[in-house]
């Protein structure tokens, strides 16, 4: 006859990596052994206060579900941006700077309105984030998600209007001029330095908040 182990000897890690892979249906007993021992050990202060750090830290590591929502998300506009293409007529180029522009306008509006509605694109409805209000925790509305997205959309604007302006000198005189050029120049920087602080800010606090985060009093956790 099998002996039972004994549970008051195991760690919590062991204590629920054994019921993860505990046969019930054999073990019936031993079963309700490891449950009591883990309902005794969840009763340490210690112990209590160090799973509710790491479900803290679990909660708020969202950069890679993050990175993939975006990486889906962008997907799914490139192929809007395709089929609107083929509706309206037009050439469709990944290259296409005009394009490509009005398509981030697109998507700047896309993550107001989901966010502001569902609090999800359909990116992070994928991958289990969702964007709360940083204080409360709560659904956010649209006027935060416009706020949160504010600089995105600016530039987004910004950069289809830089193109028009570019292909007009273009047009009419079949140059640019010195200061429209080191304004394209300084707009290309700007824009850099904005996604490259995004990056920066998120890797540097505990709740993993970008830039655009702290500006609309957001927070992205795992559900």
Known sequence: MDSSPNYNNY???ELLDVQNHIDKEQYPERAKEL???ISNKMKDPDIK???????????????WP????????????????????LIFGFEYSAQDKFLQALNGVQFAIYA??????????IGKMIMDVKVLNHDTE??????????????NLALNISWVL???VVATSLEMSGAISEGLSYGVIGFG????VWGISEFVTMLFNDKRRALHDYIGKTVVVRT
């Open 11 to 13: 760690t919590l890690e």
């Open 35 to 37: 449950e009591l021992a």
């Open 49 to 63: 206060e160090e799973i509710e750090k790491q479900q803290e830290v679990n909660k708020y590591s969202t950069f």
């Open 66 to 85: 993050r990175f993939w929502a975006a990486t889906i998300d962008g997907v799914v506009f490139a192929i809007i941006l395709y089929v609107e293409c």
């Open 112 to 121: 107001i309105f989901m966010h502001g509605y569902f609090g999800q694109t």
């Open 138 to 151: 709560t659904e956010i509305n649209v006027k935060q998600a416009l706020r949160r997205e504010s600089v």
């Open 162 to 164: 830089i193109i028009l």
């Open 189 to 192: 920087i700007l824009a850099m």
